[in-house]
């Protein structure tokens, strides 16, 4: 019999290897039709039963990518959730029972619902590639594992290392994924299929969970690792804004003495998830960054040389991200010793990343040349300029560099608000300048803006996406106007949040308010973060166009010389890297602390969706979101608006506006809102 989806090959030792290529799909994913035609497949294969039984992935790019989240975006009832987690676990429980060996032979990516089809298996062979990666994300999407892998990765791997993988939602390779339990063998890819064949023929035990492991699942002490669990878990995720590790963890605590009942268990618990508020919004957000990913593509553009000007920590940490992703890139500064903090900030961020690999270090390091006189600049295909917020110092070096620029290379500014229509004036070539706007930290935050002035050519907007999408970034089109996209909805935010410092409410009040809201990290913390003298250089810039004023209490603090996490003082005093917060402070009412924020952001949001700085609503979420962090659960700032009723929103911010003045007129754009709502 002929299957859409899977094929069945017989060798001749009576093995079965049943190859997973889903039509119409570039990955494979377990969509329903791909498991109801594995249901028919085991039922087959029952009939006649096999030696053993070797999964395998017809696919170039991985075994199996997880379950079809587009399907998730159907399910909007519990009744539809039960009866799609009900199919996956007929499925995985039959893989489980069969009478013959079962063996996942894993090359590439295997995760979610891929990865507990593997551990429903009697073993697992996976390859020790870079590019093989095991995991169960499904946390990251508001929801835990659903298809039978809380139970098996905790009688795999032992309940502290699962659960951690599960509760994260990380990636593991190889390595990592062996010696916690969760795969059997690791092995070269040319090996793969002779390793598997050799686990069914020989059948070698299974590695008994340590003594250790066995104690943490005993009910008489799991009620402790619980809690602690959740202790963790509330130091980044607040369980009303994200309830899943939290069900994750009740599970195991009330049912692992019963494996067959937190089966069951553990449907009614996803099935409870997936119709919340935060797993539709972190589906959405899902999608967001997938549409992210479609704004470049990397087979338009790929620089041979990089150039970058600025050995400061921005552009020193561009400059090192670019080596981390294979490039060859020459740093420039005058100061030999920017540039010797930049060889060593670097030299960290590889050995954050390829841990003791030191030959991946070695020749991130060797990609990564510091350049005192602009050497590079002839060579290089694209030139980043990440010198400090100025308009006339910026232009005196386009002046002095672009003479010596080869044909066709790429030259982008890091400005983080200085529309490019202004700084191009001093250009030849002004079609080749274009915003390549990084956030800090480079390592951490995924964003780029890449934005496009009036002069900017076709060539050079299309070539810079694909560029954003070649270091692994989400490239956001932006037009070129003050602040761009990101800077100009955070500023007004910002700005509220150091107002009301300035009227004595606590500093540890206000980002109080905005962790409470769901956003990452609290305002004021951020701009100390970011340096009060960047904050008030954006803020003018906008303050230009109308946008912003710049409170007194901000203006001073620069003028004295606190600037925040880099002098050691700001609006918290530093030490060791960290803010010293008064655990004590207690002012202001939190609902109006956060209402005053948030309702500031929103209005702005509004602002630059009327002015189409960015094409369409999602991307102007999605830009949010990765850009600043704003409380993913929440779906982004127009969805939220959109969620809770731009009318009950629009009628705030008039309250507020007799309140505190005009910096709360609300945007044109609301009143059609309020229409289309």
């Known amino acids: 019999m002929s299957y859409k989806n899977w094929k069945i090959e017989k060798d001749d030792e009576d093995i079965c290897w049943l190859h997973l290529d889903v039509a119409g799909s570039s990955t494979n994913i377990l969509r329903s039709d791909v498991l109801d035609e594995l249901d028919d497949v085991l039922n087959d294969l029952a009939q006649s039963l096999p030696a053993g039984i070797i999964f395998i992935s017809d696919k170039s790019n991985g075994f199996i990518a997880g379950a079809d989240i587009k399907e998730f975006t159907k399910v ?41 089809l593997a551990l429903a298996c009697t073993y697992r062979v996976m390859c020790d590639n870079k590019s093989t990666r095991v995991g169960l994300p499904e946390v990251k999407l508001g929801i835990h594992p659903g298809y039978g892998g809380t139970v098996r990765s905790i009688q795999k791997a032992g309940p502290m290392a699962a659960m951690n993988a599960m509760l994260s939602g990380r990636l593991l390779q190889g390595r990592a994924a062996k010696r916690m339990g969760l795969v059997d063998d690791l092995v070269p890819r040319r090996q793969l299929k002779r390793a598997a064949r050799y686990f069914v023929i020989n059948r070698p035990r299974h590695r008994q969970l340590p003594l250790k492991d066995r104690i943490m ?33 009740d599970l195991w605590q009330s049912h692992m003495d019963n494996p067959r009942r937190m089966l069951e268990k553990e449907i009614e618990s996803v099935a409870s998830l997936f119709t919340d508020d ?106 980043i300029e990440a010198i400090f917020e100025d308009k006339d110092v910026k232009q005196s070096l386009y002046k002095e560099i672009e003479p010596h620029m080869k044909a066709g290379s790429i030259l982008a500014t890091n400005t983080s608000s200085i529309p490019l229509e202004e700084l191009s004036t001093c250009l030849e070539q002004p079609e080749r300048l274009v915003g390549i706007h990084f956030f800090n930290p480079v390592a951490l935050m995924p964003l780029v803006e890449i934005v496009r002035g009036e002069n900017t050519s076709d060539d050079t907007m299309k070539k810079s996406l694909a560029f954003g ?75 230009a166009g109308d946008t912003l004023s710049l409170p007194k209490k901000m203006q001073s603090m620069v003028e004295n010389k606190k600037l925040g996490k880099k002098t050691g003082e700001g609006f918290y005093k530093w030490s060791k890297g960290r803010p010293i917060k008064n655990k004590n402070a207690s002012y202001g009412n939190m609902q109006e602390l956060q209402d ?69 007129e609300a945007d044109k754009e609301w009143a059609k809102l309020n229409t289309t709502n």
């Not at 007929?90 to 979610?112: R, W």
């Not at 799991?222 to 669990?229: D, N, T, V």
């Not at 100009?488 to 606590?506: C, D, F, T």
Request: charged fraction near 25%; glycine fraction near 8%; hydrophobic fraction near 40%.
């Open 76 to 116: 909007t009832t519990h009744e539809q959730a039960i009866e799609m987690l009900n199919r996956g676990h007929t499925v995985m429980n039959k893989i489980e029972s069969l009478p013959c060996t079962t063996v996942a032979a894993i090359d590439g990516y295997c995760l979610g619902g891929g990865m507990e």
């Open 217 to 249: 699942n005993h009910r008489l002490v799991r009620p402790f690792i619980a809690k602690q669990m959740r202790k963790q878990v509330a130091k980044k995720a607040a369980r009303q804004h994200y309830p899943a590790p939290y069900k994750l963890i």
């Open 278 to 383: 935060t797993a539709t919004n972190l589906v959405r957000v899902f999608f967001l960054q997938e549409e992210l990913k479609t704004q470049g593509n990397k087979k338009d553009f790929k620089p041979a040389h990089i150039h970058v000007i600025g050995g400061g920590v921005m552009g020193g940490d561009i400059a090192a991200w670019c080596a981390l992703r294979g490039f060859r890139v020459t740093v420039q500064d005058q100061k030999a010793e920017a540039l010797a903090g930049t060889m060593k900030r670097s030299m960290h961020m590889f050995k954050k990343k390829f841990k003791k690999d030191r030959r991946s270090i070695r020749e991130a390091m060797d990609r990564l040349i510091p350049d005192t006189t602009g050497m590079g600049i002839a060579h290089a295909d694209l030139i």
């Open 469 to 543: 999408r070649q270091i692994d970034k989400l490239p956001l089109p932006v037009k070129s106007s003050p602040g761009f996209l990101v800077n100009r909805i955070l500023m007004p935010y910002l700005m509220e949040a150091v107002e009301m410092v300035s009227e004595g409410i606590a500093p540890e009040m206000v980002d109080k308010a905005a962790l409470q809201f769901g956003m990452p990290m609290g305002p004021i913390e951020l701009a100390d973060t970011v340096g009060l003298d960047v904050c008030k250089s954006v803020a003018t810039i906008l303050s």
């Open 596 to 664: 005053r924020m948030i309702m500031r952001l929103l209005n702005e949001t509004t602002a630059c969706k009327r002015e189409k700085v960015v094409e369409g609503d999602d991307l102007i979420d999605a830009g949010i979101i990765f850009g600043t962090g704003f409380a993913p659960f929440r779906g982004g700032p127009l969805h939220y608006i959109y969620a809770q009723g731009a009318a009950d929103l629009s009628s705030r911010l008039n309250q507020l506006k007799d309140r505190y003045g005009e910096r709360f």
